[in-house]
């Protein structure tokens, strides 16, 4: 038997549309237990930091793939609504030049993070990891300071980086490509002896080494942390970036070297993937939140309200951010259900 989230509304209540789509389809916008779902459109690999002021902060990849922004709201529902501010904008050349993707937004060491990929005009898929940090309280204001790249134990495709602490340990979490290993990417942790410089050697915790992780692309990306009911997830995402991409989860004690790849286990089939009843398709990229209170657990994810997509999945713009509440087992571990129920 599961617990039952308790949800806010239980009623469905249709709100409006949205322009952008590929013929002949549409995106509704739904109030659906508690939620106004899609929370933001055309924003994929959603993030979304509930602070200590009471804000949610959201940033997540941009269209045109040129530039990071941040909002906040007080409410998930509000962040459709609020003003946007744009941190930052790519260069015209060089380093950080092209397809900047899946910001996320940290506080951590009173300061505030964005990590982010970012490639060059002349290699645009040769992704590394980037830092930004902003010392203002608010982080719509003041100055965002480029820290530069985040190197890894090689250079190599890297991106999708996360941060979590943990027993006093800033922890890195990000995908990466491994010349000696089949497939496009794969997850690693280490240790950050500060929010952009990692501390020893690197990890490997997951490849994509089950069928549904290599439909089209070889990925093990886009991780998320959850600590709960001792123990730490990390869901993660995987197959090209189409109707085929779906959620896994990754478990350890929370009392485990976290940087023993034995300290880890793998779940045998997706977590969350693609439901064509709610017409939501290709589900990921996720992260975590609460409701203001806490006491409730939200899962914030990306999904189109269609299958079929004309050309490469990458610039198609439809991938809209949503919410959903989650329940949890009795063996302590997260249900997240269906993508739109």
Request: charge should be negative.
């Amino acid at each position: 038997m599961k617990k039952v989230a308790f949800y806010l509304l239980s009623s469905v209540l249709l709100i409006g549309g949205c322009s952008g789509q590929t013929p002949n389809e549409s995106t509704t916008t739904v109030i659906h237990k508690g939620f106004r779902n899609p929370l933001v459109e055309q924003r994929a690999d959603p993030w979304v930091y509930l602070h200590t002021d009471g804000y949610y902060y959201f940033t997540g990849s941009v269209p045109e793939y040129d530039r990071i922004e941040v909002r906040r709201a007080k409410t998930l529902n509000d962040l459709a609504e609020v003003k946007t501010v744009d941190v930052w904008h790519k260069p015209n050349t060089g380093l950080m030049s092209k397809h900047i993707w899946a910001p996320e937004i940290h506080f951590t060491n009173e300061k505030w993070y964005i990590y982010y990929a970012a490639a060059r005009e002349d290699a645009p898929f040769d992704h590394r990891i980037y830092v930004l940090e902003n010392e203002s309280s608010n982080p719509l204001e003041g100055q965002w300071t480029e820290k530069g790249q985040l190197r890894t134990n090689w250079e190599s495709f890297s991106l999708d980086a996360t941060i979590f602490e943990h027993k006093d340990i800033l922890y890195l979490v990000w995908a990466q490509k491994d010349p000696a290993i089949e497939g496009n990417t794969n997850l690693y942790i280490g240790e950050l002896s500060n929010p952009w410089t990692l501390k020893g050697k690197q990890t490997l915790i997951t490849k994509p080494d089950q069928a549904w992780e290599r439909i089209g692309y070889m990925v093990n990306e886009g991780a998320a942390v959850l600590k709960r009911n001792g123990r730490i997830f990390i869901s993660y995402s995987g197959s090209a970036t189409d109707d085929n991409y779906a959620m896994g989860l990754l478990t350890a004690s929370d009392s485990s070297d976290l940087l023993d790849p034995k300290s880890w286990t793998k779940s045998e089939s997706p977590v969350f993937f693609s439901n064509p009843d709610a017409s939501q398709y290709g589900p990921g990229h996720n992260s975590f939140t609460t409701t203001p209170d806490g006491k409730q657990d939200i899962l914030v994810y990306h999904a189109r309200p269609y299958k079929n997509i004309e050309g490469d999945p990458l610039f198609d713009p439809n991938r809209h951010a949503r919410a959903k509440l989650f329940e949890w087992n009795e063996d302590g571990t997260p249900d997240f259900g269906k993508p739109g129920q």
